[in-house]
């Protein structure tokens, strides 16, 4: 690494030498100061706010993985989410040190007592970038045709589910009714999925608005995308309905965000660290140390929502047994996990992460404990057999995880464990496409997490009621918990509910926590205020780049 | 020759619905398909509604009987339809024809640079009178050939990118974007083309003709030249379908690493997202420069060699 040090034209030679000493020394003590952690959601050497924005500039961010679709309302892979989030503004914004869900496009709403009927009041003045205003009609026809999309709309259809009906009060108040409670949607308001495009946007065909041809109402239009490689979005002149969480409400300050698909993680480092591309989220966490400091600055964010999670089949008999559920939660040691990770991250403490709203740290039931383990497998009447693996009624605990995530390190780490406790699994990474093909409900146990910042993600994934029911369970008392919290909008009342249900989950080990998902921004220190919002995607929109 | 060339037609036809209905066929054994990829969302969602996937494979028409929708996309690929990617809803042929300029481009430069190299590392090995020079010359080939393609791309970015910066480690706009790639594809290429040269060149200067050559007083230069090399080139040429084949490939790696849209790239994740279109649109343009240039190969052996004679059998002995 150079580091070029202009020193005045009219200095001696000693003098240029003392000051370029002195800027390493800078960098030096940069280095140091990063890293010390922060106050558990956020993390990491993060560039001085103390600087005044200035605005202009194309910033280059890196993504790892191809582009596919860009529409906000149809998306669910996390790199084309970082494109999607810049284009549209929504209802409502969600604050990322609070959880608590703020006014953006609406002004004020109210929510019935069973969260079935929520109506808001849109702001005057804003428009989509084909001019047209941002009006109840418009909502009615965004949630419209989100349903229209149906199984397209990955996400958005399923906060919209139970929707009865969008009512135009007037032209600024709009009314959406459920068939029945429905708490999660005031945060789903907060989301990309649901954020507004114009009514001409929604016409389109579904490749149009893939490819970015959508009118959408956030500070950044679509200039180009082509598929695969590279997307360009421009700053949108004349915006001035920043959302209440962010740090400005006029334009953005970047003219342009140009985002690069750079496949090969070497040649990503590589960019970076030769100035190439100005900032990433997809450093691999082996590199992530050399920008910290060194005229760069990192920045990482547990996301919010369902932690990595074992789940574990309840079709499986061995898995039936509540005793060798508990074992395997009690074989992990989760402090381990964390260090496996980035110097920032901490260890899972709950069903939810600890930047999920309504997280209580659940630490306490979560510790490691081989000897309990052990005691419990050899009270059931589990034997080690001669090859070290315990069996019962010549059954074996011998299991195989098929998965695709990126947790090759975690998960063996967790078949050491389960070794030492005398239960066999197998781990065999693959695609995408594989791993979702095999784990149909006939797998012992399957591996996963879910992103979002509300609490209803625990009833998404492990309500027997629901869709996804991971532990293919019949349903039990938890199940009534987790409904109730859905239909509750009382804080107080809904925590009460989130804590009984997680807890129950957790000592009846359905849910075995192994360690939480993080981003990570690393970035140049020419770059400022490159955020995450509060369901750790990324904002751009107070983003600007200093000369 | 008509018949001859009827007939060459004709087989290619057969290639190339071989290579479609093979690669419809394999795609399909492989587990996964398009509605679990869109439904799994890329991401995080490790866990997938069985509900959604069920919609999403009735909306992409997956749900129909195999040898239905082989029958349709047939129909429909006759026609020059190869479907759409069912997740983007862009035209497969429209995807595949917007990056194929720039994979051409890396594999001309890199084909050139390639049969360059490797005639001159080919001759230059038995040219010179000083045997260390010889052997030292005639151990690149296999040494280029051993090294994998990633890791010299890598190497490359590494000094001439990262280090020197002379040029961009990403992107493929402008010619300095093409030097880095095209110099990695072709190491593998020219150090196929100078071992076969170089091997068929000593076997041709042993033979008794080179030695009436030398005896009717030519130079070294003109006995290489303007007898041997004419000769030695024969089996070389009959490779250039295999080494376009290989050419090919090898962007799918180069592609990666540098970072560059092309055919090759786009067909891994083609693969990875079971988008079935994009994939048979990609075997069957392989398929086709395969056949074409082996047509082409055929067609110029006359040109060099006066004894061979299109469509008689053992027509040399």
Known sequence: MTTRVSAPKHATAPVAVLVAGAAALAFALAGCSGGSGGSGQTAGASSSTDEKPVSGG????????????????QVGNNDDIAIAR????SLTTQDPKTGDIKPWLSSSWKVNTDASSFTFTLRAGATYSDGTPIDAESVKQNFEGIQALGAKATLGSTYLSGLKDVQVVDPRTVQVDFNGPSAQFLQATSTFSLGLVSDASTKLSVADRCAGKFAGSGPFTVKSFTPQSE????????YDWGSSTNAHTSEAYLDSVTFKVVPEASTLTGSLSSGQIDASADVQVTDLPQFDGNGFWVLNRTNPGVVYNLYLNAKTPAFADQSVRQAISKAIDRKAEAKLLTQWDKPATSVLSSSTPYWTDESSLLMQDVTGAKRLLDD????????????KDGQKLSFKLVYWQPSNDELQLVQQELKAIGIDLQLKQT??????????????????????????????VFSARGTQNNNHRAAEPVDDLLDQQAATTDAKARQKLVDQATQQLIKEAWSIPVYQLSTTIAASEKVHDLKFEASSRLDFYDAWLSN | MLRYLARRLLQGVFVLWAAYTLSFLILFTLPGDAATVAAAGGGDAGSVDPKLVEQLRHEYGLDQPLWLQYL??????????FGSNPQTGQPALHEVTQVLPNTLGLAAAALLLAVVVGFLLATLSTFPRASWLRQTLGALPPLGAAVPVFWIGLLLLQWFSFHLRWFPSLGDQGFRSLVLPAVTLAVPTGAYIAQLLSRSLRLTLGRPYIEQVRAKGAGEARVHFAHALRNAVLPTLTMVGVLIGNLLAGT????TVFSRTGVGRLVVQAVGDRD???????????????????????LVYPLIDRRIVLGRAAAIA
């Open chain 1, 231 to 238: 997307a360009v979005l421009a700053k949108r002149d004349r």
């Open chain 1, 86 to 89: 810049q284009t549209v503004a």
């Open chain 1, 380 to 391: 059931d009447g589990w034997k080690v057999g001669g090859d070290g693996i315990r069996e």
């Open chain 1, 58 to 73: 194309n910033l280059t961010f890196a993504l790892s993985s191809e582009l596919g679709c860009i529409d906000p309302q």
């Open chain 2, 72 to 81: 349709r996309a047939l129909g429909r690929a006759l026609h020059g339809d």
């Open chain 2, 276 to 298: 079935l279109p994009v994939v048979q649109v990609v075997v069957v343009f392989a398929a086709l420069v395969f056949v074409v240039s082996s047509l082409a190969v055929d």
């Open chain 1, 431 to 460: 695609t995408i496409a594989d791993a979702t093909a095999t784990n149909n409900g006939t797998q012992a146990l399957s591996w996963g997490n879910l992103t979002r910042a509300d609490p209803d993600v625990v009833r998404t």
């Open chain 2, 252 to 255: 799918v790696v180069t592609e």
